[in-house]
């Protein structure tokens, strides 16, 4: 009975919030296309487990340095 009623609490908790952020100044530039997301994706073993947001940064460091300070706040 207890795992019954611990694997039914489980299902109806959300799916963790995470994103993603894919760095490469060619993807942006158009010379290549993002795979790592896609894959992302795939791999995720959760139902419904995705992520909540994406962002693209090239490998500039100021840019990169504020996209973390985004992602981390």
């Given at each position: 009975?207890?795992?019954?009623?611990?694997?039914?609490?489980?299902?109806h908790?959300?799916?963790?919030?995470?994103?993603?952020?894919?760095?490469?100044?060619?993807?942006?530039?158009?010379?290549?296309?993002?795979?790592?997301?896609?894959q992302?994706?795939?791999?995720?073993p959760?139902?419904?487990c995705?992520?909540?947001?994406?962002?693209?940064?090239?490998?500039?460091?100021?840019?990169?340095?504020?996209?973390?300070?985004?992602?981390?706040?």
């Amino acid at each position: 009975m207890f795992v019954n009623d611990k694997i039914a609490r489980m299902s109806h908790s959300p799916a963790p919030q995470f994103g993603a952020i894919i760095i490469g100044d060619e993807i942006l530039s158009g010379k290549r296309q993002d795979k790592q997301l896609p894959q992302l994706i795939r791999l995720l073993p959760a139902p419904g487990c995705h992520p909540a947001w994406a962002e693209y940064a090239g490998g500039e460091r100021t840019r990169l340095t504020e996209v973390l300070h985004r992602a981390a706040a």
